[in-house]
């Protein structure tokens, strides 16, 4: 078959297919599809040496950049071997058709979204959201999600002392998601009641976002520096724990010891926003976020299931996304892992060196190409 794109010699991970080994990709039609010794094509590239994945999805990003002061324009995102992204609830319903038709349509990333329960969704660092059920508009949230219930995945509360006076609140979100059918999105950092009453009000394939942060007294820790019981009942229950790293919403004093028992992550994301893009030692970039998972033990088909496989799931794309299986969208990434000391940094300013690096060396979304390393050739 003449192949649009032939990517050989690659040492592929792709979890979706329990691949870890190496082989060649083949994309015709911007779609993957089995490739032999015998294929050719105008565009091949000799991966040998690099590791080829099914195009990272970034699960908690800010990306509203034409509305929000926090967000950061996913036209970055392919430099990161980033392929499609969630936006974690910058929008509201006051203004979810303007993220829809300035940044959704014309993104070069796959764009899904939870939308803000407060109408103005995350404006600025210095305006705050109202998560006050007097505040919301359940019927125009209910409009918004009809209209654009292909791209919304469920809504969003940040639960946090200062915008969530109560338990009241989050009930409310849950209980206006539940009657549209959708899911819920937590922002668990500083909460203003236990975290314990949060987990319980949660249910399958909701998420619980920011898992291993540590500000004020409530964690998924107990005193004794266990894994709270409500934690891991919620996860037999089929809530999914994202670990959303952000500025102020990740600890290792949580995450080591909550990884030492074996609760690791479902999703690794970002929570990318404008002061973290490229030059943060928090969330630099998804694979920067990676590469501490990897330091703390996991192994590198568990990473890239929980950017990958999980999320596309999630996103209600599973076999078309997170995956290299013949016949999804050929979203790809090549990278070169390297040997490079990084020093990683939570919201207390303790730190973490990590030694390793996946750098990325092209990016490819439905069988287009579009970012390559200027030092990653094609043959």
């Known amino acids: 078959?003449?192949?649009?794109?032939?990517?050989?010699?690659?040492?592929?991970?792709?979890?979706?297919?329990?691949?870890?080994?190496?082989?060649?990709?083949?994309?015709?039609?911007?779609?993957?599809?089995?490739?032999?010794?015998?294929?050719?094509?105008?565009?091949?590239?000799?991966?040998?040496?690099?590791?080829?994945?099914?195009?990272?999805?970034?699960?908690?990003?800010?990306?509203?950049?034409?509305?929000?002061?926090?967000?950061?324009?996913?036209?970055?995102?392919?430099?990161?071997?980033?392929?499609?992204?969630?936006?974690?609830?910058?929008?509201?319903?006051?203004?979810?058709?303007?993220?829809?038709?300035?940044?959704?349509?014309?993104?070069?990333?796959?764009?899904?979204?939870?939308?803000?329960?407060?109408?103005?969704?995350?404006?600025?660092?210095?305006?705050?959201?109202?998560?006050?059920?007097?505040?919301?508009?359940?019927?125009?949230?209910?409009?918004?999600?009809?209209?654009?219930?292909?791209n919304i995945l469920g809504l969003k509360i940040r639960y946090s002392k200062g915008v969530a006076s109560g338990i009241d609140s989050l009930k409310e979100t849950v209980r206006i998601a539940r009657e549209l059918r959708l899911g819920v999105c937590v922002h668990t950092t500083n909460p203003p009641s236990p975290l314990d009453e949060v987990a319980g009000l949660l249910d399958r394939d909701d998420i619980y976002c920011h898992m291993y942060q540590g500000m004020g007294d409530e964690t998924i820790l107990d005193p004794a520096g266990k894994i709270k019981t409500s934690m891991t009942t919620a996860r037999s229950r089929g809530v999914i724990f994202d670990m959303a790293n952000g500025r102020a919403n990740f600890s290792f004093k949580v995450a080591l010891p909550a990884i030492e028992q074996g609760f690791v992550p479902d999703i690794i994301s970002t929570d990318w926003t404008i002061d973290k893009l490229n030059y943060s030692p928090h969330a630099k970039s998804l694979t920067y976020v990676m590469a501490k998972f990897l330091k703390f033990g996991m192994s590198l088909s568990d990473v890239v299931r929980a950017v990958t496989e999980t999320p596309a799931r999630l996103m209600g794309m599973e076999g078309k996304i997170g995956t290299l299986k013949a016949g999804s969208f050929a979203d790809i990434a090549v990278f070169k892992k390297i040997q490079r000391r990084a020093i990683q940094q939570d919201f207390r300013g303790d730190t973490f060196e990590t030694d390793e690096l996946l750098i990325p060396q092209m990016t490819v979304i439905g069988g287009d190409i579009v970012f390559c390393q200027g030092d990653f050739a094609l043959a």
């Open 1 to 150: 078959m003449k192949l649009d794109l032939l990517i050989r010699n690659a040492h592929v991970v792709d979890p979706s297919q329990n691949i870890d080994k190496p082989m060649d990709i083949g994309v015709h039609s911007g779609i993957i599809v089995p490739a032999g010794p015998a294929d050719e094509s105008p565009r091949t590239v000799d991966a040998h040496g690099f590791y080829v994945f099914p195009g990272l999805i970034d699960f908690h990003t800010h990306i509203f950049h034409t509305g929000s002061a926090i967000s950061v324009n996913p036209a970055f995102l392919p430099a990161t071997g980033v392929t499609a992204a969630v936006d974690a609830g910058t929008a509201g319903c006051a203004n979810f058709r303007a993220f829809y038709e300035g940044v959704v349509t014309s993104s070069p990333v796959r764009i899904k979204s939870y939308l803000n329960v407060y109408g103005g969704g995350q404006q600025d660092t210095n305006i705050a959201e109202k998560f006050e059920p007097s505040e919301y508009r359940p019927l125009h949230i209910a409009r918004v999600v009809e209209t654009w219930r292909d």
